[in-house]
């Protein structure tokens, strides 16, 4: 019994925050309490309108899908060679490479300001915070890739090389369609994280925010409160679909190879 | 029978790890050869290094007069049924078999006719259109055997395909394997750690301990005459006993640990016995219980029976005999009127000096 309200409590704490976005999002008043005063959708239609906003938006999603693209690549090079081959010092190395998962993405930002303001004379831009987020992105999918890939029968590839086929062509025709759902979860879970990552693209935008660091600046201005929950309200949904799409992908996977469930992120 | 694959002087190392040490080895066109021996014994890397999926470490494989050195195993005559079969899941049966064929020029339909053939050959004719993943273990087998027959290698090297099997469906699949085997006429190669497969189905065995070949003969004479006692024990059951060589000539003289001296063919030992201490080995088929009233013109040795071990239509006694240090396992048919014995029965076994084989060790 006290553990069911232990459950409960936990679970109202953990979510309670997001159920109150929507709630204040189509509320009809500009001030954040209670009682709700009634149903407006006018704050979605100010977002529409918001010119800087539209910019804000197109940075990031063009920064989250360069940066899941990368991620992935590195994932899956990172994850076939931890899975399928031997090599002298591969566990300190695999270790090396899921540092970034731990590492306050603090200094991440800060180590890379210094990089590439102080020592290489750069200018700030999209690109400084595509490899920032490539950089902690890439541990998740390699966590995600290592499942598909550790799954996969070796001889698999041996198969298709003794049926007449070159390396790469073993790769394509068997490897690849078969931790397909793995890379689309990989790709959904780090454009997830890159959408959504403030500290990093804080410190290291340049003149044109991205959208969380101009959700940012929008709190000083107690009146565009409710538009910031609006855009909220997109942004858990969002993120909803996108983490269930992957998990519906990575079970597809593993029913399609007929393997059983070893455990993902959700 | 001219020799399709050629090894020599052939070595494998894994960092300091010997895994094949100087095999010397002749695999003869159209023969069902096996590579049988305990895990480890290096018989999966040997055949891995004929499919090409190993290097050498030294020493040279030719296939069919070439020089496999640097040739990949997709370029090689030799095609391989994995033990997970290796089926591609994400491929329908019909897809599975064709893969091969990616590369062959042939049209469209004509591929679609080589592919039914091929699932015909195996039993699976009209199961194109499946699901890989919903096939049995059975099933499954035999679509890997007609994806690797459907290229027409020159040698088709099945990795322990059986092990995953129910023993019925094993004894099945062995049988189908033999009457393909004969049916397409190439050469077989079988890796086996189980030794009664081996036997029922090769023409000839190699086989293998610590990466060397024990012995490298015909079913019969491995089990008649294994050259040491690694091999005896390892094919079949077999009783040791001690010996003493005491005169070589045309036949050879044994003083045998309590049975007595006798003479034995020269061919029951190996090439150079001499004079001196020797393990004796006795199959227990070629021992006989006498029962009551039997009478026999073999030699006779009185024991008292220790253990009994019912099979129904075998019975395995072990039985004591005064100068034998282990009990000898003497197996007996059950026939009509032959009872089976209690433990502690006084009885007579009925032995052969032609049925000992003198074993170096």
Same mark, same amino acid.
């Given at each position: 019994?006290?553990?069911?309200?232990?459950?409960?409590?936990?679970?109202?704490?953990?979510?309670?925050?997001?159920?109150?976005?929507?709630?204040?999002?189509?509320?009809?008043?500009?001030?954040?309490?209670?009682?709700?005063?009634?149903?407006?959708?006018?704050?979605?239609?100010?977002?529409?309108?918001?010119?800087?906003?539209?910019?804000?938006?197109?940075?990031?999603?063009?920064?989250?899908?360069?940066?899941?693209?990368?991620?992935?690549?590195?994932?899956?090079?990172?994850?076939?060679?931890?899975? +399928?081959?031997?090599?002298?010092?591969?566990? &300190?190395?695999?270790?090396?490479?899921? *540092? =970034? /998962? @731990?590492? #306050?993405? !603090?200094?991440?930002?800060?180590?890379?300001?210094?990089?590439?303001?102080?020592?290489?004379?750069?200018?700030?831009?999209?690109?400084?915070?595509?490899?920032?987020?490539?950089?902690?992105?890439?541990?998740?999918?390699?966590?995600?890739?290592?499942?598909?890939?550790?799954?996969?029968?070796?001889?698999?590839?041996?198969?298709? +090389?003794?049926?007449?086929?070159?390396?790469? &062509?073993?790769?394509?025709?068997?490897? *690849? =369609? /078969? @931790?397909? #759902?793995? !890379?689309?979860?990989?790709?959904?879970?780090?454009?997830?994280?890159?959408?959504?990552?403030?500290?990093?693209?804080?410190?290291?935008?340049?003149?044109?925010?991205?959208?969380?660091?101009?959700?940012?600046?929008?709190?000083?201005?107690?009146?565009?409160?409710?538009?910031?929950?609006?855009?909220?309200?997109?942004?858990?949904?969002?993120?909803?679909?996108?983490?269930?799409?992957?998990?519906?992908?990575?079970?597809?996977?593993?029913?399609?190879?007929?393997?059983?469930?070893?455990?993902?992120?959700? | 029978?001219?020799?399709?694959?050629?090894?020599?002087?052939?070595?494998?190392?894994?960092?300091?790890?010997?895994?094949?040490?100087?095999?010397?080895?002749?695999?003869?066109?159209?023969?069902?050869?096996?590579?049988?021996?305990?895990?480890?014994?290096?018989?999966?890397?040997?055949?891995?290094?004929?499919?090409?999926?190993?290097?050498?470490?030294?020493?040279?494989?030719?296939?069919?007069?070439?020089?496999?050195?640097?040739?990949?195993?997709?370029?090689?005559?030799?095609?391989?049924?994995?033990?997970?079969?290796?089926?591609?899941?994400?491929?329908?049966?019909?897809?599975?078999?064709?893969?091969?064929?990616?590369?062959?020029?042939?049209?469209?339909?004509?591929?679609?006719?080589?592919?039914?053939?091929?699932?015909?050959?195996?039993?699976?004719?009209?199961?194109?259109?499946?699901?890989?993943?919903?096939?049995?273990?059975?099933?499954?087998?035999?679509?890997?055997?007609?994806?690797?027959?459907?290229?027409?290698?020159?040698?088709?090297?099945?990795?322990?395909?059986?092990?995953?099997?129910?023993?019925?469906?094993?004894?099945?699949?062995?049988?189908?394997?033999?009457?393909?085997?004969?049916?397409?006429?190439?050469?077989?190669?079988?890796?086996?750690?189980?030794?009664?497969?081996?036997?029922?189905?090769?023409?000839?065995?190699?086989?293998?301990?610590?990466?060397?070949?024990?012995?490298?003969?015909?079913?019969?004479?491995?089990?008649?005459?294994?050259?040491?006692?690694?091999?005896?024990?390892?094919?079949?059951?077999?009783?040791?006993?001690?010996?003493?060589?005491?005169?070589?000539?045309?036949?050879?003289?044994?003083?045998?640990?309590?049975?007595?001296?006798?003479?034995?063919?020269?061919?029951?030992?190996?090439?150079?016995?001499?004079?001196?201490?020797?393990?004796?080995?006795?199959?227990?088929?070629?021992?006989?219980?006498?029962?009551?009233?039997?009478?026999?013109?073999?030699?006779?040795?009185?024991?008292?029976?220790?253990?009994?071990?019912?099979?129904?239509?075998?019975?395995?006694?072990?039985?004591?005999?005064?100068?034998?240090?282990?009990?000898?396992?003497?197996?007996?048919?059950?026939?009509?009127?032959?009872?089976?014995?209690?433990?502690?029965?006084?009885?007579?076994?009925?032995?052969?000096?032609?049925?000992?084989?003198?074993?170096?060790?």
């Amino acid at each position: 019994m006290s553990l069911r309200i232990y459950a409960i409590a936990y679970l109202i704490f953990l979510y309670a925050p997001i159920v109150l976005l929507p709630i204040f999002a189509f509320n009809d008043g500009s001030i954040i309490a209670f009682p709700l005063q009634g149903f407006t959708t006018q704050w979605f239609g100010e977002l529409a309108t918001t010119a800087a906003l539209h910019e804000a938006v197109g940075n990031s999603l063009t920064i989250a899908v360069v940066s899941a693209l990368l991620a992935t690549c590195l994932g899956m090079c990172a994850a076939r060679a931890g899975t +399928m081959a031997e090599f002298p010092g591969k566990r &300190g190395i695999t270790g090396f490479i899921m *540092l =970034p /998962l @731990v590492l #306050p993405e !603090i200094i991440v930002a800060v180590s890379l300001l210094v990089v590439v303001v102080r020592v290489m004379g750069l200018s700030l831009g999209n690109w400084t915070i595509i490899l920032a987020h490539t950089l902690i992105c890439t541990p998740f999918c390699i966590a995600i890739l290592n499942g598909a890939f550790q799954n996969l029968d070796r001889s698999m590839e041996e198969a298709a +090389m003794d049926l007449g086929q070159s390396r790469w &062509g073993a790769f394509r025709l068997v490897t *690849l =369609p /078969l @931790v397909a #759902p793995g !890379i689309v979860s990989s790709l959904l879970i780090s454009f997830t994280i890159s959408l959504d990552e403030f500290i990093i693209a804080f410190f290291l935008s340049g003149n044109s925010p991205t959208m969380p660091v101009y959700i940012w600046g929008l709190l000083r201005f107690p009146d565009k409160l409710p538009v910031v929950m609006a855009l909220g309200t997109i942004l858990v949904a969002l993120s909803i679909l996108l983490l269930t799409l992957a998990e519906i992908m990575r079970r597809r996977g593993l029913a399609r190879a007929g393997l059983k469930d070893t455990g993902g992120f959700l | 029978m001219t020799d399709l694959i050629t090894l020599q002087g052939v070595n494998k190392y894994y960092g300091d790890y010997h895994a094949l040490r100087q095999i010397d080895l002749k695999i003869r066109q159209g023969e069902f050869f096996s590579l049988l021996g305990p895990s480890g014994c290096g018989k999966t890397t040997l055949l891995r290094t004929i499919a090409g999926f190993e290097e050498t470490s030294s020493g040279s494989l030719h296939i069919d007069g070439r020089d496999m050195r640097g040739v990949s195993a997709n370029h090689r005559p030799t095609n391989m049924v994995f033990q997970s079969y290796a089926i591609f899941p994400h491929l329908s049966v019909g897809e599975n078999v064709a893969f091969g064929l990616r590369k062959d020029p042939r049209g469209k339909a004509e591929k679609a006719r080589a592919v039914e053939r091929a699932l015909e050959m195996v039993g699976l004719g009209g199961y194109g259109g499946r699901r890989a993943h919903a096939l049995s273990g059975g099933q499954r087998q035999r679509v890997a055997l007609a994806r690797a027959l459907i290229l027409e290698p020159k040698v088709l090297l099945l990795d322990e395909p059986l092990s995953a099997l129910d023993k019925k469906m094993r004894e099945q699949m062995q049988v189908e394997l033999m009457r393909l085997q004969r049916q397409v006429g190439i050469t077989f190669i079988l890796v086996t750690h189980d030794q009664e497969e081996a036997l029922v189905m090769s023409d000839r065995i190699a086989v293998m301990f610590e990466g060397e070949i024990g012995q490298l003969d015909d079913p019969e004479t491995l089990y008649r005459r294994p050259n040491s006692k690694r091999v005896a024990s390892f094919i079949g059951l077999m009783n040791f006993l001690r010996g003493r060589v005491t005169e070589v000539g045309a036949q050879i003289e044994v003083e045998v640990a309590g049975l007595g001296r006798c003479a034995v063919p020269a061919e029951q030992a190996p090439a150079g016995a001499a004079p001196g201490d020797m393990s004796i080995g006795i199959r227990p088929e070629t021992l006989a219980i006498l029962f009551e009233g039997e009478t026999t013109d073999r030699r006779v040795v009185r024991g008292m029976v220790d253990e009994v071990v019912y099979y129904g239509d075998m019975t395995y006694y072990d039985v004591r005999i005064e100068g034998v240090e282990k009990p000898l396992t003497i197996s007996m048919k059950n026939l009509i009127g032959r009872p089976v014995l209690d433990v502690g029965t006084a009885t007579r076994v009925a032995w052969d000096e032609r049925s000992l084989v003198l074993l170096a060790g």
